[in-house]
């Protein structure tokens, strides 16, 4: 099977869509041969920090010497970026032969897996054919009932900031979706957890004292933010630091508290996790499309800002950085998103807004996004591609570009600003 055959075979699968449950999980990894026994794993769920946070777990224990794996979601560019060891994305050649194992063992299965299912399986495998020391696994979707939970109990269970999101699937209050991140918690690991709302924190809590573990509050107020610019920002958490982040933003100050409590409990654990390796490590975290700014004439920034607190974080750090600018906005949006929260946080800061249509068939058209933002006394104009939108965006000069919405179109602007 080569590059084309694997991306063939898992989008052939994607019509399956999202279905919850542990069932097919378990049944396909039995098939490989459970290579999820032969890891160890930080298992990280949240509705918004989970890839930053893991992007830091990952430089952190990297620098350290540990052979580490990283699989999150989506991805910006190509499949590949999913699955990582070192920080470096999995080969083309390891990416269609982890395809093809699983697409042999997967095949004959009566309830086959879905896309999110097989690449969750080629992740695993392929972590425990280049021997881990251990994986850093993102959710997708939840945590209770998502592929991922199929591992065992893991070193730790990380649980970022807990908001509204797939409120369908996962529940129309905080509590319910709570709970089902919380189902993340096995006995036998310490749980970590953001600073979430109280009602949140109470749901984790709860199922940590249910689960005989100890939960530990990354708490804001052991936080004290430094110096900052768009060059990066320096923090000290519980009087130690300063410690210096090149990724922007003042929520990933939080993300970091979380990373360091984390670490704190791998130590605990027997992990070799030296202080120089962990400020070495948040140092080089990078997660692209996380306001990151791409260019500086003209001022670009992009974010992958695709609900309300994205929404609201993404506008405290424009504000911070930034203050007292007006943006151009580039903005793509899912029809399934809060979109007039979103709407409502983002266009005061908007000198005049690009839509865009994202790449997904959730998405909200580019002329119905302007519709909704003109309705609501803002500037905007439905641009025919994304190109089109770059190309508009650097016409003017006259105010820095924000590139957000969804990470749907991210991948795609984040590579026309840089070509």
């Known amino acids: 099977m080569n590059t084309a055959e694997a991306l063939a075979f898992i989008q052939s699968v994607g019509w399956r869509g999202s279905r919850l449950g542990l069932s097919r999980m378990r049944t396909l ?3 490989l041969g459970n290579p999820q026994s032969l890891l160890k794993f930080i298992h990280i769920a949240g509705t918004n920090g ?39 994305a999995i080969s083309d050649p390891d990416f269609s032969a982890a395809a093809e194992q699983v697409r042999r063992r997967g095949e004959a299965m009566e309830d086959p897996p879905t896309e999110f299912e097989v690449i969750t399986a080629m992740a695993l ?63 036998g690991c310490p749980v970590i957890c953001y600073e979430s709302a109280p009602e949140a924190l109470a749901v984790i809590q709860e199922t940590c004292a249910q689960k005989g573990v100890p939960c530990i509050r990354a708490a804001r107020s052991h936080l004290r933010q430094g110096a900052k610019s768009l060059e990066g920002q320096t923090f000290f958490w519980k009087d130690q ?23 704190a409990a791998l130590r605990e654990r027997g992990w070799s996790l030296p202080e120089d390796a962990v400020r070495r490590g948040l140092n080089a975290a990078r997660w692209p499309a996380r306001f990151e700014l791409l260019k500086r004439d003209p001022l670009v920034i992009i974010d992958g800002a695709h609900n309300p607190q994205c929404a609201q974080a993404l506008a405290g750090s424009l504000t911070s950085y930034l203050p007292g ?21 983002l266009l005061p800061l908007a000198w005049e807004v690009l839509c865009v249509t ?7 058209s580019a002329e119905q996004l302007a519709e909704r933002i003109s309705g609501l006394g803002g500037t905007a104009s439905a641009c025919l591609s994304m190109e089109d939108a770059v190309r508009q965006s650097l016409e003017q000069r006259e105010h820095p570009i924000v590139a957000c919405g969804s990470l749907y179109m991210a991948g795609a602007i984040r590579a026309l600003f840089l070509s």
């Open 325 to 345: 600018r007006k943006f151009l906005l580039i903005l793509g949006v899912l029809e399934d998103k809060d979109v007039s929260s979103m709407l409502r946080t």
């Open 241 to 263: 630091g300063p410690y210096v982040l090149a990724l922007l933003g003042d929520h990933q100050v939080y993300n970091a508290a979380a990373a360091l409590e984390t670490a």
């Open 29 to 31: 990894l039995d098939r």
């Open 50 to 88: 989970k890839g930053s946070t893991a992007a830091m777990l990952s430089a952190i224990l990297r620098e350290a010497g540990y052979v580490t794996g990283l699989y999150t979601s989506p991805h910006l560019s190509a499949y590949n970026e999913r699955i990582q060891i070192n920080g470096t």
């Open 358 to 364: 994202p790449d997904s068939p959730r998405a909200l």
């Open 125 to 187: 495998w392929h972590f425990a054919e280049k021997r881990c020391d251990v994986v850093i696994l993102e959710t997708g979707l939840g945590g209770r009932l998502d592929a991922t939970n199929v591992i065992p109990a893991p070193e730790a269970a990380v649980i970022t900031n807990i908001g509204l999101e797939h409120t369908e699937i996962l529940g129309d209050t905080l509590e319910k979706i709570a709970r089902e991140k919380a189902g993340i918690i096995k006995p």
